[in-house]
């Protein structure tokens, strides 16, 4: 059987809401027309608004701004998706309401979209646990040539931590985080592809990590021969950001994009470099 080809990426966007800077838009669309080649589908993570309707979702408005210049730039339309959260129950800086959210390119088809965890502690906030509000992991199933795949972002609890206390605490809601994304990928049909995206916060020997390549899952990161890093966590190089694949997905080219984390950039738009891969399912 032959399997389609479909290029992905991950991108963590700093807080881009509707009053960020043209010139970081304009430096994403660079990365991605450039260095990235345009990918097929593209998870992003903070992407934020401070605007509230009336029933207190907060909308992106910076979505329409940046698909319309991506189109203007590059000539390819992407379609933006996310589910709006209530106001200040996603973590983060006050008022940013950051969500994890994709880019995909309008010849392939959105079937289904929804999140996990929105009624779980460890998602949500929990004051008895002292588990904080973090982001819903965002789920959509595509279709590409008659076929069928489930993509999950996530944008896990965060690292920062102002005592060693903190610190554990964090660890303990990304782990019971993972575990999550872990049981509801059990629940899929078995011979749906599965890949899980995004931000995870955590290295690649932590639990977390664990938890997750434990569900017959594989990480492109193992077998990268390169210097492994996505971001800088108090000037240490570090690799938090991942793209991991089912069984039934094999892929090529595994590449961390360093455009952020080099100072001498003249392309700079986040704290993240972006990632991509070339997937078969």
Known sequence: MT??????????LQ????????????NFIHALSHELA??????????????VNKENFATAEVALIL????????GVAYQYVDIAPLKNSTGGA?????????????????????EI??????????????????????????????????LINCHLKSQNSRTNQEKKLAKKQRNEQA????????????DMPVVIMGDFNDTPNSDTLKLLLDNKMTSIWSQYQARLYTTKHRNCPVAIDYILLSDAISFNHPQIHHINTNLKSTYRFSDHDPISVEIYF
């Not at 399997?3 to 963590?12: E, G, Q, R, V």
Request: with cysteine.
């Open 67 to 74: 698909i319309e210049m991506l189109y203007a730039k590059t």
């Open 3 to 12: 399997k389609l080809p479909l290029n992905i990426a991950s991108c963590n």
């Open 38 to 51: 345009l990918p097929d589908v593209i998870a992003l993570q903070e992407i934020g608004s401070e605007a």
């Open 179 to 190: 575990l999550i994304i872990k049981e509801h990928c059990q629940q899929l049909p078995s």
């Open 94 to 114: 006050h008022d940013f309401n950051i969500r994890p959210a994709f880019l995909i390119r309008t010849h392939i088809r959105l079937l289904q979209k929804y």
């Open 15 to 26: 807080n881009l809401n509707e009053h960020s800077a043209l010139h970081k838009i304009d």
């Open 117 to 150: 965890g929105t009624n779980d502690p460890a998602f949500t906030g929990d004051e008895t646990l002292q588990f904080r509000p973090s982001r819903n992991p965002l789920v959509i199933i595509i279709e590409k040539g008659q076929k069928q795949l489930t």
